[in-house]
């Protein structure tokens, strides 16, 4: 069975780090897109930062960029999302969700994880 | 940027309903469209990829079309478990994606 299960959310003041982890199996890891999409309180979904499948080439959405770091552990199947600079508008879930197909990056994600809340705030 | 653009924001409806949401972007995406359902504290569900594919497992009740800058999604014969928040998803820029801004479909 394919499942993601995130973790490393908490509460942090501005400024703070964290470090979220997606914790996968029942998938070949490396080969697919995998993503990081978070969802501020009453808000809707927003992209936050994705890398491609069988590469490292990392993308960020610009509210992040320079601010966060995707990165996959190939070791331990495990995708990472180190935010630092944390910001109050940063406050979300934050869920990892698996490309559909491996080839056609279009179809989608397919598989998401439960969520792991980070709230920044002094 | 490319936006998308979805209509309306809140939808009311009954069981056995037909009901139909619309999703606009600012640019040519092709059908690189997909649709999420997503429930009070649940993560997002795919139902739709490239724009008209229905996702194994999903009830047939649901259906996407269109292309280019135009998609709708439909869903007949509304279920009380239909009641939820839907999201259009353009991957013409993937991996950066885009969602639109959501449709709650309440009773």
């Known amino acids: 069975e394919v499942y993601l299960l995130e973790s490393g959310g908490g509460l942090v003041q501005p400024g703070g780090s964290l470090r979220l982890s997606c914790t996968t199996s029942g998938f070949i890891f490396n080969k697919f897109g995998m993503a990081w999409v978070r969802q501020a309180p009453g808000k809707g979904l927003e992209w936050v930062s994705g890398i491609r499948g069988g590469g490292d080439n990392a993308h960020y959405a610009d509210s992040v960029k320079g601010r966060f770091t995707i990165s996959r552990d190939k070791t331990k199947d495990i995708l990472h999302l180190q935010m630092d600079s944390l910001r109050v508008e940063d406050t979300a879930v934050y869920y990892c969700?698996?490309?559909?197909?491996?080839?056609?990056?279009?179809?989608?994600?397919?598989?998401w994880g439960q969520g792991t809340t980070v709230t920044v705030s002094s | 940027d490319l936006q998308l653009t979805q209509s309306p924001s809140f939808l009311s409806a009954s069981v056995g309903d037909r009901v139909t949401i619309t999703c606009r972007a600012s640019?040519?995406?092709?059908?690189?469209l997909a649709w999420y359902q997503q429930k009070p504290g649940k993560a997002p569900k795919l139902l739709i990829y490239?724009?008209?594919m229905l996702q194994s497992g999903v009830p047939s009740r649901f259906s996407g079309s269109g292309s280019g800058t135009e998609f709708t999604l439909t869903i007949t014969d509304l279920q009380p478990e239909d009641f939820a928040d839907y999201y259009c998803q353009q991957l013409n820029t993937y991996p950066q994606v885009t969602f639109g801004g959501g449709t709650k479909v309440e009773f």
């Open positions: 490239a724009a008209s």
């Open positions: 640019q040519d995406i092709r059908n690189f």
């Open positions: 969700a698996k490309d559909h197909n491996l080839l056609f990056y279009y179809y989608g994600m397919d598989v």
